[in-house]
């Protein structure tokens, strides 16, 4: 009993450890397509937006879009985090979802 209680938390610390590695900024990019507009903070706390256009081993490339502001080179070490910049919801669309999914629900039942 007390052996499978120890085997099962060395498992679990094993797994919340694995879980609570923060990922490189290269790994970050890794998972955003290319193209995608993004986010970049740097290190000195400079934050960049732009497309990211391409992923080397120690830089990334950023293009300017349309609400863009910076292009051109990154070096990867300078890179503290980047994500993707995905458009928020307005509050008018957060506030109207639930009268969608009655109106869809109606509109179903009553031709379905």
Do not use: C
Request: without cysteine.
């Amino acid at each position: 009993m007390i052996r499978r209680f120890l085997a099962w938390s060395l498992v679990l610390l094993l797994i919340t450890s694995a879980e609570a590695r923060e990922l490189t900024p290269l790994e970050q990019a890794r998972k955003i397509a290319g193209g995608a507009r993004v986010v970049v903070t740097l290190k000195d706390k400079r934050i960049l937006t732009g497309s990211l256009s391409e992923i080397g081993p120690d830089r990334l490339t950023l293009e300017r879009s349309l609400q863009g502001d910076w292009s051109g080179e990154v070096l990867l070490q300078d890179v503290e985090k980047i994500r993707e910049n995905k458009p928020r919801l307005s509050i008018k669309e957060i506030l109207l979802a639930p009268v969608w999914v009655v109106w869809w629900l109606g509109y179903l039942l009553w031709h379905g």
